[in-house]
Structures are given as structure tokens and as C-alpha cells.
């Protein structure tokens, strides 16, 4: 089967020939129907040799759907055919937050070596995905696998950071969601569908402002050095009760702190890698501050039905297998607006 591999630490990502998978007990043979092309991935490319976490060559892709092709000894409750999204953050099912549906903050997947496709295990962007579990599958009959497969990460993602500030999201208050790109684009739409909250959107170009619009941004703030002053003046200086941080990088989390008024909510999600320094007189009075990871498999559940509701989409630019590599350059260089989906089959 064709699959795109990062084989060599530095390199760009890469079509290649493989052998087909197979299902061992208790596993789910997937035919790719769609997967997901993501930020992580650049960061896991852009990783150096010291330190490096996972063995290459290693098949790319941690948001994935498709058709169930074949079943390993012992799995029930599907079939051939039936048409799944796939739950990413695997965990060992067993410690006390798999038992809760956390497999996201499972206590031992580190120590066992247990990783999410694309991220340490085969990942979806290849023609054929081989699933551990069932557990990690959710199904999606009635949806576009095209239009799902986001909704594994970069809805997932910003749906569990949202309903993390859920009681502070009342009538009258302010969330500001900065980076409108892939996660960014969805948290726009998770708050106005979720809550009463005036959204601010914050980019650095007037082309991802008009998305944060078209997706039901109330005000759209350019993400400059003047920007957590703009977002001062629009809550008459008392700033916003929730600022959520899909970059990560120094000048945003500046940006953020900034941004949130007293006993307010900053979640970091983008993955740049800043911090933001927590003590007294440092930020505003009782600010919480979080860097939350991936969701949970009941919020999977949950953000998937919201899409068979009509209530939030994602914006997709769509490659095939072939054009894998390409669509991987594009989101580099800032070109992807919204979220970039790779068809295997197309």
C-alpha cells in the first residue's frame, strides 16, 4: 500500500510503498477514507535528532477515518464496512483515567510505550490503518469522513478546552480565542454554539480574520503588540473572563496574559512551546491557567454529534495521497486556511 512516511529526521515527508497491514487479536483493519494533516506533525518534523521520541521511518497522520476492512480474533460489535472516525490519544484502558474515557491523560501509555497513530504508531495517512482497539473508534454514519476526520483533533482539542470554562462563559462575558487557523476556526464555532460569550478573534492577517468571521466572531482584533490593549478597551478594561491560546509561542501567551481579566481562564493549547510565568502580581487576581491535551472518548462522542446537528463544520482544503507532501509544505508556510484533509482513496 502507498503511505507517506517520515523516514529520515530533517527530511520532508515522503509517498512510499509498504506492506499491507494485517489485524492481530483484538485489532481493527481500517481502509483509509480520510486523514487529517496537522501542525503536530510539522513540530514532530521540525524535532531534532537529540531526543528524538519515536522510531522512523514512521507513517504520519493522528486524525483518521475510514471503512472497516477486517477484524482481528476477538472483536466484536462491528462489521465490515461500517464507517468510523478513530479516537487518537490511545491509553492502556485499565488505570483509573482510561476508566474514565481519559485515555488522553493515561497514567502508563508513556512507560508502555502505548503512542497515538501517526505519533509514535502507524498513523492514518497511508491507504490501510491498523486500530488497536475498537474502543478508539466512534462511529460516523450519515457524515462526510472528509468533514469528521478534523473533528478527532482539531475539534476534539478546543471542544475539551472550552468546556473546561464552561461556568465562566455566562451572559455578558468575553472569550478570546487567538490563532483562527485549524483549532482556532472550531473554537469560534464550539463558543457560539456552547455559550452566551462575545468572541474576539485574534490572527496575524486580515484573510484569517474574515474566516473567524464567516465562523461567528463578534470582533476581530489583529494579533500585534497592541493587540491585548485593543482586547482591554472592547471589556471597558476589565478584560476577558477566558482567553484560549491556540499558538503557544511567547508573544502570544504575553498576548494572553494581558488579555484575561481577574479570576479569568487561560488555556494553552498551541504547542510553540512558551510558557507563561504564574505568581503574585504577575497576572491579574486568581487567574487559572492550563495546558490541556487532546479530549476525552466521551467528548469525541459529544463533538461528533454536534456536526450531525449542523453545529459546527470545519473549513477543509482537500489532497490526495499523492499530494500529501505538498499539502504538508503549504500548512508550513502559513498557505493551508483552515484544515488541510488528505482522501487516500482520491
Known amino acids: 500500500m502507498k ?16 506492506p499491507d497491514p494485517e489485524p492481530g487479536p483484538g485489532e481493527v483493519l481500517l481502509k483509509v477514507t480520510a486523514a487529517g494533516v496537522c501542525h ?37 460489535g ?12 490511545w491509553g492502556c484502558g485499565l488505570c483509573a483515567k482510561c476508566a474514565e474515557g481519559k485515555e488522553n491523560y493515561c497514567l502508563v501509555a508513556r512507560e508502555r510505550g502505548i503512542n497515538p497513530p501517526g505519533l509514535g504508531a502507524p498513523g492514518a495517512m497511508a491507504e490501510y490503518l491498523v486500530v488497536d482497539s475498537p474502543r478508539h473508534l466512534t ?17 476534539l482539542t478546543p ?28 473554537a469560534i464555532q464550539l463558543l457560539r454554539v456552547l455559550t452566551p460569550a462575545r468572541v474576539i478573534a485574534m490572527d496575524v492577517s486580515e484573510e484569517k480574520l474574515e474566516l473567524a468571521r464567516t465562523v461567528g466572531a463578534d470582533e476581530t482584533v489583529l494579533s500585534d503588540a497592541q493587540a491585548a490593549g485593543r482586547v482591554r478597551e472592547l471589556t471597558d478594561g476589565l478584560g476577558a473572563q477566558v482567553v484560549l491560546d491556540f499558538v503557544g509561542a511567547e508573544p502570544t501567551v504575553r498576548t494572553a496574559a494581558g488579555s484575561v481579566g481577574v479570576e479569568g481562564d487561560i488555556t494553552i493549547v498551541g504547542i510553540a ?20 491535551y487532546w479530549g476525552t472518548r466521551g467528548e469525541l462522542i459529544e463533538v461528533l454529534d454536534l456536526a450531525r446537528a449542523g453545529a459546527v463544520s470545519v473549513h477543509t482544503e ?24 488528505v482522501l487516500p482513496g482520491g
Open 40 to 76: 503536530s506533525d510539522i513540530a514532530v518534523m521540525e524535532w531534532p535528532a537529540e531526543g528524538f521520541p519515536y522510531q522512523l521511518p514512521m507513517t504520519l497522520g493522528h486524525e483518521g477515518a475510514g471503512t472497516v476492512a477486517a477484524l482481528g480474533a476477538g472483536v466484536t
Open 159 to 186: 471542544y475539551h478546552a472550552v468546556k473546561r470554562s464552561l461556568h465562566q462563559l455566562v451572559p455578558g462575558s468575553t472569550a478570546v480565542v487567538i490563532g483562527t487557523g485549524g483549532l482556532g476556526h472550531v
Open 78 to 89: 462491528l462489521a465490515e464496512g461500517d464507517p468510523v472516525a478513530v479516537y487518537g490519544p
Open 318 to 341: 482537500r489532497f490526495s495521497l499523492d499530494e500529501a507532501p505538498d499539502a504538508y509544505a503549504r500548512l508550513h508556510e502559513g498557505r493551508v486556511n483552515g484544515r488541510a484533509v
Open 3 to 18: 503511505a507517506l512516511q517520515y523516514r529520515t529526521i530533517g527530511s520532508a515527508p515522503e509517498v512510499v510503498t509498504v
Open 273 to 292: 512551546g512558551a510558557g507563561l510565568p504564574v505568581g503574585f502580581g504577575l497576572l491579574p487576581f486568581e487567574v487559572s491557567v492550563a495546558a490541556p
Open 139 to 155: 462511529p460516523i454514519d450519515g457524515l462526510d469522513p472528509a468533514e469528521v476526520v478534523p473533528l478527532t483533533d482539531a475539534g
